[in-house]
């Protein structure tokens, strides 16, 4: 393998979310989607661009708005809200049927649509990278990918060696896995309760995790599975 200076910012990125406690493609696009909402909250709710596509979307989809709903910016919320209802009612007082549903479905949310580029984009890159040492043993010491994204991953590479690989490393993590939720079941029965929990206490969450993805919906996943 040759040293590449050329490795640039999305390399490490990719890298350093290969070690967080998530589903990199999912960590990574919950990132941007927060930087989005950052970023617009703070600098853009007057952005003639933003503003535009926003209007046509209707705003979010139900899942972002909620998700815009936990931002500090009240006002910026406030105006955000705002624009779309106006356009909305301008929309429909002149013609009703232009706020249907047939519209509506042609314009795909804005946060959508930063999710759905940000994890093309870093699969592209990881898929890439499948001869680069450093992501490889990151990968194989990651949480791994969810179901969703292992598939996504899996489905695009040819090699068969590579396949293989890929795939034991991910059915380890979910072997391991249901180790520790056969466990943290068995320390609920009341012969084992004096055991005490160990690091099987949340693997309830990671398993939901590893089956659906992470949920994009809460800007602190570890803060809420404290309050848990
Ligand atoms: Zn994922
Ligand atoms: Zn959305």
New binding site residues.
């Given amino acids: 393998m040759t040293k590449n200076p050329e490795k640039h910012s999305p390399y490490f990125n990719l890298k350093d979310a290969l070690k967080e406690k998530h589903?990199?493609?999912?960590f990574l696009a919950r990132k941007s989607v927060t930087r989005f909402f950052d970023n617009l909250l703070y600098e853009r709710v007057n952005d003639p661009e933003i503003r535009g596509s926003l209007r046509l979307a209707d705003g979010f989809c139900q899942k972002h708005f909620w998700q815009l709903l936990e931002f500090q910016d009240a006002t910026g919320i406030s105006a955000v809200a705002r624009g779309v209802l106006e356009f909305a009612v301008e929309t429909w007082s002149q013609n009703p049927k232009g706020f249907s549903k047939r519209r509506r479905a042609k314009v795909l949310c804005p946060a959508c649509a930063i999710w759905h580029e940000t994890?093309e984009n870093y699969l592209g890159l990881f898929l890439e990278n499948l001869n680069d040492p450093p992501i490889m043993v990151a990968y194989e010491h990651s949480f791994g990918?969810?179901l969703?994204?292992f598939m996504a991953v899996y489905s695009k590479v040819e090699d068969k060696e590579k396949r293989t690989k890929l795939l034991k490393i991910q059915m380890s993590k979910m072997e391991s896995l249901i180790k520790e939720l056969a466990d943290f079941e068995r320390k609920h029965t009341y012969e084992f309760r004096h055991e005490g929990f160990g690091k099987e206490a949340d693997s309830r969450f990671r398993a939901v995790e590893l089956l659906k993805?992470?949920s994009d919906l809460l800007r602190d996943w570890d803060e809420f599975k404290r309050k848990i």
């Fill in positions: 589903c990199p493609l999912c994890e990918f969810c969703i994204h993805g992470c």
